[in-house]
């Protein structure tokens, strides 16, 4: 079956810093990757929708300039939170979607982020 | 306005009991409807995904109908078992590529 594979699971950085967050789909191309953010208690909210070889599309009120996105290949996108705070803290989870077969919408393990 | 809606909210059950979890949505037009388990600190996994044409879908001791009419879908657990204890999340896809989520049932099964 599909498999979405997100990296790191979890990470601990000073406030300031940058944060690079992998996720790739092991079996199959993803032509379209989305990445959500999710609190505690709280659903997944879609931060950005990316497809290869082309920007990425945010949603409203997500800093693209803060949230860099990356899609080079059919199998790998990258999400940076450049200079994160405290309150970019969060769970990120990444999902991969195909043009063909029935992989749709299979999710990252997911990373945790705590920024000190 | 497209929106998912579950309930109830939170479910405390005893392990071997059966339960169902409900899912009320308003997205269209309707793509189709999927149910996935999130495990605390974990990503969800997709238990059952329906189209407008199913009325009942089966994955092991988890059950998922759907009523495309009343915009209703609902997930019956059998004979829970401690490693049942999960958010449940209720998600629509519409016309477009983006996900429409519930706001999940965050299911504790106790021994």
């Known amino acids: 079956g599909a498999v979405v594979s997100q990296h790191p699971s979890w990470v601990i950085c000073k406030s300031g810093t940058s944060v690079k967050i992998e996720c790739r789909s092991l079996d199959f191309q993803a032509t379209t990757m989305f990445w959500y953010r999710q609190f505690p208690k709280q659903s997944l909210m879609l931060m950005a929708t990316s497809n290869e070889g082309s920007k990425a599309t945010y949603e409203q009120g997500v800093e693209k300039d803060k949230f860099l996105i990356n899609h080079a290949s059919l199998t790998l996108s990258t999400l940076t939170v450049t200079s994160a705070h405290p309150e970019d803290s969060s769970f990120y989870i990444c999902?991969?979607?195909?043009?063909?077969?029935?992989?749709?919408?299979?999710f990252g393990s997911g990373t945790r982020l705590t920024v000190v | 306005k497209n929106q998912v809606e579950q309930s109830p909210q939170s479910l405390i059950i005893l392990e071997g009991k059966n339960c169902t979890l409900q899912c009320n949505y308003t997205v269209s037009p309707f793509s189709n409807l999927r149910w996935y388990k999130q495990d605390t600190g974990r990503g969800p996994v997709s238990l059952t995904i329906m189209t407008f044409s199913e009325n009942t879908k089966s994955n092991g001791r988890y059950t998922a109908t759907l009523d495309a009419d009343t915009k209703q879908s609902s997930l019956h657990i059998t004979a829970s078992q401690l490693s049942d204890s999960a958010s449940y999340i209720c998600?629509?896809?519409?016309?477009?590529?983006?996900?429409?989520f519930g706001t999940g049932t965050l299911l504790a099964v106790q021994p």
């Open positions: 999902s991969a979607s195909s043009a063909v077969g029935d992989y749709g919408y299979t």
């Open positions: 998600v629509v896809r519409g016309a477009t590529n983006k996900l429409i």
